[in-house]
Structure formats: structure tokens, C-alpha cells
């Protein structure tokens, strides 16, 4: 494309996930044109980070400049959907951090909104879309170097940091819970490695273990589910990752497929070294320790682009950033919350 062919703008920055998203955005060829956020502690902070943007006024400045072609946006979780409304009936593409939804009604409402705009409701699933580790798996599995997919299991750790934590992270009703939270990853990531359509959540649970003080929070969450391809899927989420590891999880996944197995250590590799995105491949031609940071990339943000600008569906098809959506709200309203 050329440059400052597509223009986008970020607003509503209650993760930090969107300096990442507006980053790789930039790197794809994006230019940032504006941003806005009513908290002037969350503007100075993105500036800070992006001083070629324009702070505009309101929300309103932004909806309404015909030449914005996509917003990017961390809002709390459940804002995320009535502002993606907002967005699409503006002719606007919209790219949102997971979990993109807290209801299933905000999810049905969406989908009659794509349908009835075509404009985009993207989801920054980043521990796939921005692991290259995870983004080598896939190709790896598209050639057939471990076969059919016959289960994906997923491991998902963060660290707590419960200071740096705005009252809203606490309550059930601004963030969905555990598995619609960091639990959407896992489900999309499963989707994709095993390239289902669907699935069926079989069992769910949740607890909190060891944070009182916040009664409405999750701080453990499990999940089991099989695909309309056979595949099945285990995960577990959690907020204990220990305070002596170098970074804030250890996340990985393993892949079994009828011909080889894949193991992603994303974050760290335990014990030896603290590099990320090693990929461990064992199939009919042997054992490989491959280390992939700075190798791979992260095809995802120019695909979206060009898929903005050409209405095609290249780097994620809206039915699977909604399924993946829609799995881990049923996930979260079949959960069994275990008594501690």
C-alpha cells in the first residue's frame, strides 16, 4: 500500500495491550493519527510512547474523520462491545483487545452489526498472534509436520500484581471472569492450531483460591472441550505465577498431532534461559529445539490491513474471532465455582 494510505486511531486505553497493538500496527505500514482517552494519566502515558499522535477532544472527534479507517481500542472488557457498535455505525473497522465480549448478548449484537455495516470486529488474541513460537506452529501444522491435530493442551499463568490493578480487573461483572478473560486465548488458540469451526465445551470450573479480599475474582480456571474436527482441548489458567520467575508466566502449549508433537515455550525456557518463543518439534525425521525470537514475525497486522483495505479475510475470519468469543463465555457460564 502507500504510505499513509490507511489511517487509524487508538481510544480508550485500560490495557496495555493497546501500545502493542498500535506498534505492530505502525510496523505493518498503519499511520496513528489520532488517540483519545478521557484519563489525561493514560494519554500522557501513550504520547509518551507514540509522539507523532494527535490527542483529540472526544470520541466523537475521532467516529466522525471520514479518513480513520480502523480504531484500535482496550476499553474495559465489558464497554468493548457497545463501543465496536459504535465504530461499525460509524464505517469504521474495529480492533479491540480480548475478551472482547463479557455477555452473549453483546456478542449477538455484535454479529448483527458486522452483518448489517460489513465492517470488522477484530480481536488482539496476542498469545498466538503475537508469540512467533506460536505463528511458526501453525505454519508448521498447515504443512503437515505433525499430521491431524489430535489435541491441543494449553497452559496460561500470569502474574497477579494485584497494586497495579484498577478496582474494575476485581469484579465479575466489568471482566467476565477467568475463562472469558485469559481463557480466550487458549480457546482461540485451539480453534486455530486445530482448525475447528466449532467445538463444545464438555466441563468447566473455577475458584479463588487464595484472594479473599476480592470476592468476586477468579484467580484459577480450567476447561475442557472437543472440536467439530475430534480434536480435544484442555487448559488452565491461573494468577499464580511465582514471584522468583524472570518473567510474568510461563506459558506453553503442546500439540499432539498422529505424526509429531509440538511444545511452545513462549515466555521463558525454564531453568536455562530466559529467551522467548522456543518450539520443540518431534516427528518421523527427528527431534528439533528451534528458537524463533526476531526469526518469524508477526503476520497477523499487515494481513489486517490489507484486509480492511481490500474487505477480504486474511489474517482472521470474523466467525472464528467470534467463535473463539462465544467458547469462552460458555465456558464461563457452565463453570462450576469450586468453594476454597
Known amino acids: 500500500m502507500k504510505k499513509g494510505e490507511f489511517l487509524f486511531a487508538a481510544m480508550h486505553l485500560n490495557h496495555a495491550h493497546i501500545h502493542d497493538m498500535c506498534m505492530r500496527l505502525i510496523e505493518a505500514g498503519a499511520v496513528l493519527r489520532f488517540v483519545y482517552d478521557p484519563d489525561p494519566q493514560k494519554l500522557k502515558a501513550f504520547v509518551e510512547s507514540f509522539p507523532e499522535v494527535t490527542v483529540a477532544d472526544s470520541e466523537e472527534q475521532i467516529l466522525e474523520d471520514r479518513e480513520i479507517r480502523l480504531i484500535a481500542a482496550a476499553h474495559i472488557p465489558d464497554q468493548r462491545a457497545s463501543l465496536g457498535v459504535r465504530v461499525m455505525e460509524h464505517g469504521k473497522d474495529y480492533f479491540t483487545d480480548k475478551a472482547p465480549f463479557t455477555g452473549l448478548d453483546q456478542l449477538a449484537e455484535a454479529r448483527r452489526k458486522v452483518e448489517e455495516t460489513g ?85 468447566a470450573r473455577t475458584a479463588n483460591y487464595a484472594h479473599p479480599q476480592y470476592p468476586e475474582f477468579e484467580d484459577f480456571g480450567e476447561a475442557l472441550l472437543v472440536a467439530d474436527t475430534g480434536a480435544g482441548n484442555y487448559f488452565r489458567v491461573d494468577w499464580f505465577t511465582p514471584a522468583g520467575l524472570t518473567t510474568w508466566g510461563d506459558g506453553r502449549t503442546f500439540i499432539l498431532g498422529s505424526d509429531g508433537t509440538i511444545e511452545l515455550r513462549k515466555y521463558v525456557n525454564l531453568a536455562e534461559e530466559q529467551s522467548t518463543d522456543h518450539l520443540f518439534l518431534v516427528n518421523s525425521e527427528g527431534e528439533r529445539h528451534l528458537t524463533l525470537a526476531g526469526k518469524v514475525g508477526y503476520p497477523f497486522f499487515g494481513q489486517l490491513i490489507l484486509d480492511c483495505l481490500d474487505r477480504t479475510e486474511k489474517a482472521m475470519t470474523q466467525s472464528h474471532a467470534f467463535k473463539a468469543a462465544e467458547l469462552c463465555l460458555e465456558a464461563q457460564a457452565l463453570a462450576d465455582r469450586v468453594r476454597s
Open 119 to 203: 465492517q470488522k470486529y477484530m480481536v488482539y488474541y496476542s498469545e498466538r498472534l503475537r508469540v512467533e513460537c506460536a505463528v511458526f506452529a501453525g505454519q508448521l501444522i498447515a504443512d503437515g509436520a505433525i499430521g491431524r491435530v489430535l489435541q491441543v493442551l494449553g497452559l496460561g499463568p500470569h502474574r497477579l500484581n494485584a497494586p497495579s490493578r484498577p478496582p474494575w480487573f476485581f469484579k465479575k461483572e466489568h471482566c467476565g471472569g477467568i475463562l472469558c478473560d485469559i481463557g480466550s486465548h487458549q480457546i482461540e488458540q485451539f480453534l486455530s492450531f486445530s482448525g475447528a469451526r466449532d467445538a463444545e465445551v464438555l466441563q
